[in-house]
């Protein structure tokens, strides 16, 4: 089940990290090595970190989502940036059937012109996708997204992609959290989480 994260306070800080799993394999008389990259294997993980939460009251949402997250089981959405990527009011989605890989063709960008940068995220059916090269639209609104990883739920034609603020689907990668509290109602809360889309 799809739970809400608290709103406030916003993370302190949130360390991100990507597993990437490939193969190694190398030649016993060359020496040369071979990597095989397991494409639908990839996945986000992120520390989150709060900033130091002093009264009760104001930890009480932070507190109850710990325990919702029920251990491992319930899933949340952690945002990827840290503001806005791109301004206006856009309606991205896929453009055509059957598209997989590392790239994507995409409608609705409005205005021809530079839109993302390579670095930044687009969600797609809940997959977090980093944008591999700039996402340059043409007079009809159209671009192409290279992205990693790998794109690894086949979208629909004209599904959704989030590109204003995109976030990635998580669950807590330890079934016991909590939080920390100290003299004078200081309350700590941090979480290791993993892609769970």
Known sequence: MLINIPSDPVASDIEWTIDQPGQVNRGEFTG?????????????????TLPPITG???????????VDCDGVANSFRVIA????????SLDVRVKGANQGGHSLMTSGWGAA??????????????????????????????????VK???????????????????????????KNGWKVGIGQKYGV????????
């Not at 040369?32 to 989150?48: E, N, Q, Y």
């Not at 940036?81 to 206006?88: F, H, N, R, S």
């Not at 990883?149 to 807590?172: F, G, L, N």
């Not at 290791?192 to 889309?197: I, P, S, T, Y």
Request: overall charge positive; charged content about 25%; aromatic content about 8%.
């Open 81 to 88: 940036c840290e503001k806005d990527q791109i301004a206006g």
């Open 32 to 48: 040369k090595r071979r990597v095989t990259i397991l494409a639908a294997a990839p996945r986000w993980f992120a520390k989150v």
């Open 149 to 175: 990883p790998y794109v690894r739920v086949v979208p629909a034609d004209k599904a959704t992609i989030e590109v204003k603020r995109p976030y990635a689907v998580m669950a807590m990668s330890d079934p």
């Open 56 to 66: 009760e009251g104001r930890v009480l949402d932070w507190r109850a989502f710990v």
């Open 190 to 197: 941090s979480f290791d989480c993993e892609e769970a889309f």
């Open 113 to 146: 012109g530079l839109k993302l940068k390579r670095g930044q995220f687009i969600t797609l059916g809940d997959q977090l996708l980093m944008v591999n090269a700039p996402v340059v639209a043409d007079s009809d609104g159209n671009a192409t997204i290279s």
